[in-house]
């Protein structure tokens, strides 16, 4: 019941007399009730008709059936060697989280970015990293604060532990055990639960097809970008919107290309030649590589190479920049 409708009922259930003391009690109601309703805890302007399936309560999420694949890659890194995993049914967000849905996490709870903190955020911009002044979560990859009608595209500037702040606050207001993946899960379903090795659409980049969001010729016209794909053309030389692209084989939108998205671990390594064969999951802090979480994906701002479904990467977890965000992951079984 919205506070207008409960003003009905109260007229009808508590009718005043008439007069100038009923004008006034009927004036004073009408305006305590406005007052509930501006300030209200629910109060959240309307997002564009376009932006609904971005439910910030309730994100849609793909059932990822469990099984063994091969994870890493023979022809990638010496840390990425290959070897055998099996991991359990999950759940993972279709999309990228959005900046609509942070934006309610932070209007809910009064929250406080890493970058709200420090005042500050990395900024890629093709030629060096920078400290951009005053971005945090609303802001675009050029540090420019977003527009409502730009909510839909995927939240950056927030940190790992932003991250992990935002899939607790959804856990406790659903009910529902929401996390960030963990590598091999993630991975898992990168490569179509182990049906792909290398890219989700193949051995190679296809010639005329729109396929992820990563340095091509829009990126080299637009910031000179050095290690730009000559012959691909993805149409974006920055961030695209979080249902860019078609979903892969799972249903799965941008897990290549656009943001690096967060996953549970830590980055180690060795730890694929010292990590167990049924879910994997790096909690241990090690003193060489345990300072950093693992990323996965690639972004607008990587070539090719950053695409594979094996690529690892990392990042400090209280720092936020404009080329990472996350997706969430949710347990089997919950709601």
């Known amino acids: 019941m919205n506070l207008y409708a409960l003003y009905g009922f109260f007229a009808k259930k508590c009718p005043v007399k008439t007069g100038i003391s009923g004008l006034r009690l009927n004036l004073y109601l009408i305006l305590s009730l406005n007052f509930l309703l501006f300030f209200s805890c629910d109060y959240f302007p309307r997002q564009p008709k376009h932006l609904d399936k971005f439910d910030p309560v309730r994100p849609e999420m793909v059932l990822i059936e469990g099984g063994e694949f091969t994870m890493g890659s023979k022809e990638g890194q010496k840390y990425e060697k290959a ?9 993972l967000g279709k999309y990228e989280v959005t900046v609509g849905e942070f934006k309610r996490f932070v209007l809910k709870t009064g929250y406080k ?8 955020s990395n900024v890629y911009n093709g030629k060096a990293v920078k400290r951009m002044g005053g971005a945090n979560f609303e802001f675009d990859e050029h540090g420019v604060q977003r527009l409502p009608s730009e909510y839909h595209y995927p939240v950056i500037h927030v940190s790992w532990e932003d991250a992990v702040a935002y899939c607790k606050w959804l856990s406790k207001a659903t009910g529902a055990d929401y996390h960030l993946p963990t590598e091999a899960q993630w991975e898992y379903a990168a490569s179509l639960r182990g049906q792909v090795s290398t890219f989700p659409w193949g051995d190679e980049l296809p010639p005329n097809q729109r396929v992820a969001n990563f340095s091509d010729k829009s990126a ?4 000179e970008c050095a290690w730009a794909e000559a012959d691909y053309d993805d149409g974006y030389a920055y961030i695209a919107p979080a249902d860019s692209f078609p979903p892969n084989a799972l249903g799965l939108y941008n897990m290549q290309g656009n943001v690096w998205e967060y996953c549970a671990d830590w980055y180690d390594r060795a730890y694929y030649q010292e990590g167990r064969e049924r879910n994997p999951h790096n909690v241990k802090q090690k003193l060489k590589d345990g300072t950093t979480r693992v ?12 695409m594979r479904v094996s690529h690892r990467n990392r990042r400090l977890p209280s720092k936020s920049s404009n080329i990472v965000g996350f997706r969430l992951a949710r347990r089997k079984g919950t709601i």
């Open 113 to 120: 970015t890493s970058a709200d903190k420090t005042g500050w």
């Open 83 to 91: 070897h055998k995993v099996s991991v359990s049914s999950f759940y």
């Open 220 to 223: 080299k016209a637009a910031w």
């Open 295 to 306: 990323v996965r994906g690639g972004s607008w701002y990587e070539g090719l190479d950053a």
